[in-house]
């Protein structure tokens, strides 16, 4: 009888435990860089309250440091089972199997991509799978302080590059503003190689590369050597551009920008809504964007997107289960909308690629608020994913920036500067 | 021949030597000769993390390609500069300040504990901090300039490659010097007062003193900080990671931030692991010379 009670208990005894630990939550770690962590907070704790069977433990970092942090947590195997990513890591990540094609581990995710902008799709796939949902979506935009313009005695926008010159030039004869226009220009910040494509991009011929992947881009009168030399003159010859553009990164421009220091810049759309938020700047509700100045006002447009790491897919099916779940709150639908990716973009004016949020009367009087939601649409349709996104692509943009530097220091021609980029480029791709 | 057996107490002895030895040098061989020993063996692979399938032996090409870079010579050219400029001020100012805080003061105490502050500061937030100083928009050191009418308008010392260069050894400088200070301190409070009464007895005036007594006896001390400070002038990384970014145009890329590029920016492990060996292999020339610059009978020959 003692034996049987003792039995008894221990088969009591286990049952308990195996409910407790089928109760246990999942534990998933994601890392984000640094944007409106207190939203990403709240998200996180409303996605929590819905999958009460789900924790996740969030872990943010500067943009600028973001991909040194990743590499060494996916080199040094520190846990992470989300991450933001971005086009221009996406082939890096993906080929040395950091992160993990979603379409091999949830192929629902295919549904999707008839919602998604073709850039968009562009640049979460590599070699022909999907890598992520997208967190935000946007292109590189032409920002201008309006009343600067009109001070100057302009009523429209500038349409050319050559119109930005004459019209910053205007402004610093009429002592409106030392130096019109800034960029964010600091050797290793990753916005720099997608303004400088972006202003390649609005012209006619704008490849950089041949069908080959070879760089074309060095050759004397291509779109990169027009926008290079553009650069340099503004720089060194008309004194139009900020030299402290080479020191400064996306928010210290930002900044100066809302403080009536700077009348153009080029930035990424999402900037426009903050630089026009009341109270956050001086020069708040100022700010207004045109088309991209150039030939055919085309520009960049990129993604970030949420990817799962390789160690959350190592972790077994429960963790894929629960990264799926946490994939589709954040990127995808829930309850047939797409409830995160239109906060973003009604409370901080983030670009989508979800194409089916441009018909939302809701996100369209609120991008009207501070911006033109048909510009947009407008900027968009031309709107190209970058090209020749190779692994090798984020380190050789770096190498990019620095030899664009030295052209805008004056030592090297802007050709020159071209030339050794190209040549970076080649010794990459052996 | 005939072998002697220890004496069974000797013996004993020896064991538990070897017994409280052996986890230390279990932990040495773990974080020390291992690390060492897998950092030579990548430098002799081609080890690139998105080409994680093939990592081939490729013998000293790594570092061939590492020496014959453009960017080898130029960073080795910053980084020369740089310590050129940040030992012997670190070492004059540490050994002048010491001088100060060495008198008799009521405040000694307190300027003793003030002086160590930029030391305690981590070194990125002392970045952040003098990048804000320097900032061509809004720095305290434009305003104070053009306050003081010594400017019209605000220069870009970040994005100029001298002065950024001249920035960062000014944050690295400000950062090291209550260091070099307390060493100073702490040498200038070893030597006995009997040696300064005999010098002024004997008609010594200050700058005697100074020349006969005091410099030579901290000539030892003198000695490890300026090797010290070489060495950690050769490595400094955070500093110019978080107030230039190596920029503009690399002239604040130090050879230390060209083993970053190569391992971080170009995921070029191999490389990255060469250019570590090479540095380590030149501090310990380094240190070799100091040891033998150290032997205190040739100090005190001189």
Known sequence: MHVRALVASLAVLMLTATAALGAAPVQL????????????LDNIKKFEARYPGIKVSLQDFAWEKYTDVMTARFVGKTPTDLAYSSDHWLQQWAAANWIVPLEDYFPQVKA????????????????????????????IIFIYNEEMLKRAGFTKPPATWDEVTRMALAMKEKKIVEYPIMFQFQDITPWYIEVFLSMVYSYKNYQMFDASLNPIFDREGTAAHKVAQWLVDGMRKHKIINPASLETTE??????????????AVLPKYNLADLNTPGAHAQAGKFKMALMPGETHGTVGFVRFYAMTKMAADRGKAVQDAAWKFLEYF???????FVVVKRWALEKGLGFAQLPLYQDPEIRAAINKWGNVSLEEEQAKVARAKEALTPFWGTWSLEFQKEMNKALLGQKSALDALKAAAAKWKEMKK | MRLV????????EARYAYATVLPVVLLVALFTIYPLLFALITSLREVVLYRPWSQ?????????????????????????????????LATVLGFAIAHLLNGRSRLAAWLNVTILLPWAIPTVISGIIWAWIFNSSYGAFNGALYSLGLIDSYVPWLSRPRSALLCVLFAHVWKEVPLTSILYLAALQAIPDEL????????????????????????PTTLIIV??????????????????????AGATSLISYYLYNSMFVAYNFGQGAALAVLLAAALVVFILVYMRLLRSEEIYAT
């Open chain 2, 5 to 12: 057996a220890l004496p069974r107490r000797r013996y004993r």
């Open chain 1, 112 to 139: 999707y991509k008839p919602d998604f902008a073709p850039y968009a799709i562009e640049g979460m796939t590599y070699r022909g799978k999907l890598y992520g949902l997208p967190y935000y979506a946007d292109t």
């Open chain 2, 196 to 219: 300064y009464d005999a010098a002024r007895v004997d008609g010594a005036g200050t700058l005697g003193i100074l020349r006969r007594v005091t410099v030579p006896l901290l000539l």
């Open chain 2, 227 to 248: 090797v010290y400070e070489t060495m950690v002038g050769i490595v400094t990384f955070d500093l110019l990671y978080v107030m230039t970014g190596g920029g503009p």
């Open chain 1, 251 to 264: 928010i210290p421009l930002v900044k100066a920008m809302g403080a009536g220091q700077v009348a153009f």
């Open chain 1, 29 to 40: 770690t994601f890392t984000v860089w640094s944007y409106s962590t207190d939203v990403i």
């Open chain 1, 331 to 337: 990127g995808g639908k829930t309850d047939g909308k």
């Open chain 2, 56 to 88: 081939p032996f490729v013998g000293l090409k790594n570092y061939l390609d590492v020496v014959r870079s453009e960017f080898f010579a130029s960073a080795w050219a910053h980084t020369l500069t740089f310590v050129v400029g940040a030992v012997p």
